[in-house]
């Protein structure tokens, strides 16, 4: 099992940053990679950005591509998600979720709580 805290989530103005942070425990050894996710209301929920573990190998969602950069830090098990030039469309939940990621694509074994972005002015 694959523990996951996520904290950084808020209220920020149009144009502002914000940076989550999603700690994981546990059986660490048995996932590979981490990812972001993103739910608004009434819509499904998206993949934003992933990365591989001991890597800097990290994907993109258009939506959020030269705006959101992930990170890791494998010391101390922590992933990141920077985000600038918010707008509204990007008030959602947030997830991060931890899994495998191979050939065939990323696939999330684990979630977090979630943590709530609010782009409003």
């Known amino acids: 099992q694959v523990q996951l805290v996520e904290s950084g989530g808020g209220l920020v103005q149009p144009g502002g940053s914000l940076r989550l942070s999603c700690a994981a425990s546990?059986?660490?050894?048995?996932?590979?990679?981490m990812a972001w996710h993103r739910q608004a209301p009434g819509k499904q929920r998206e993949i934003v950005a992933s990365?591989?573990?001991?890597?800097?190998?990290?994907t993109y969602s258009d939506s959020v591509k030269g705006r959101f950069t992930t990170s890791i830090d494998n010391a101390k098990n922590t992933v990141y998600l920077q985000m600038v030039s918010l707008n509204p469309e990007d008030t959602a939940r947030y997830y991060c979720?931890?899994?495998?990621?191979?050939?065939?694509?990323?696939?999330?074994?684990?979630w977090g709580q979630g943590t709530q972005v609010t782009v409003s002015s």
């Open positions: 546990g059986s660490i050894s048995s996932i590979n990679a």
């Open positions: 990365i591989l573990r001991g890597s800097s190998v990290t």
């Open positions: 979720s931890a899994g495998m990621w191979s050939i065939g694509g990323y696939e999330p074994g684990y």
